[in-house]
């Protein structure tokens, strides 16, 4: 079965890095694919070779599909939200985040399912649904990976965490840290310009996510 990641002209690639690495490090069997299975170019600048069109996709094959943020106007579609629907009906997962989930909301996949779009959290895996905000891309990974079943037990699922929370701490700057430290009010000021940030700002949301990490509690010990 694949997991097909929905990639697109200005799309939020880092919504999705941490997640295809949990997934080809597991040797899944993932899809890249465009609507036209033409190469896209990300919002960060770089250009992405794909597997497939969305015409390519054996919709019976597909185990997940995961639709990241970014200007999804172009995909925001009548092709896109047939396929999330047929999905939906075989039991497949649908995953958005930030403004990914519009994409599903659009579709009618939020109907009746806890989401981003009906609550406060920042994440929600709820029935065969996952939806995030842009600045939870980090648990968007493992909820996804989780409810795939990537981790063999709840001490593998941990593992990661720790793994994860480690090469994020080597790239820290203690000066920056310290500082930091000494302006707590910095962490809901990051949080509100995160809320407010679109995915037509990928670049400075990821240095927002980079500036929260030295605020909360990686920078508590």
């Known amino acids: 079965m ?3 990641f929905l990639v697109y002209d200005r799309c939020c690639f880092y919504e999705i890095v941490i997640l295809s690495y949990l997934l080809n490090y597991s040797h899944c069997d993932l899809v890249f694919c465009s609507p036209d299975g033409k190469p896209i170019r990300a919002m960060e600048g770089f250009s992405v070779h794909v597997d497939a069109s969305l015409e390519d996709l054996d919709k019976a ?3 997940s599909f995961i639709v990241p943020g970014g200007a999804v106007s172009g995909i925001d579609t009548a092709e896109v939200k047939v396929l999330l629907r047929d999905l939906k009906q075989r039991g497949a997962l649908n995953a958005g985040i930030c403004a990914g989930v519009d994409v599903l909301d659009h579709a009618g996949i939020l109907h009746d399912v806890k989401s981003t ?3 406060d ?3 929600v895996c709820n029935k065969q649904v996952a939806t995030a905000r842009a600045n939870a891309y980090v648990d968007f990974a493992l909820a996804v990976a989780k409810k795939l079943g990537l981790f063999a037990s709840e001490t593998d699922l941990q593992e990661t965490i720790r793994y994860i929370t480690m090469k ?3 790239n820290e700057n203690p000066t920056m ?4 430290n000494m302006h707590p009010v910095l962490v809901d000021v990051c949080d509100t310009v995160l809320t407010l940030l679109s995915g037509g700002f990928a670049l400075l949301a990821v240095g927002i996510v980079w500036l929260k990490e030295f605020l909360t509690g990686r ?3």
């Open 2 to 4: 694949k997991d097909v």
């Open 61 to 63: 094959q597909i185990r």
């Open 117 to 119: 779009h009906a609550s």
């Open 121 to 123: 959290d920042d994440w």
């Open 168 to 170: 994020l701490e080597e």
């Open 177 to 180: 840290k310290n500082f930091m």
């Open 219 to 221: 920078s508590s010990t």
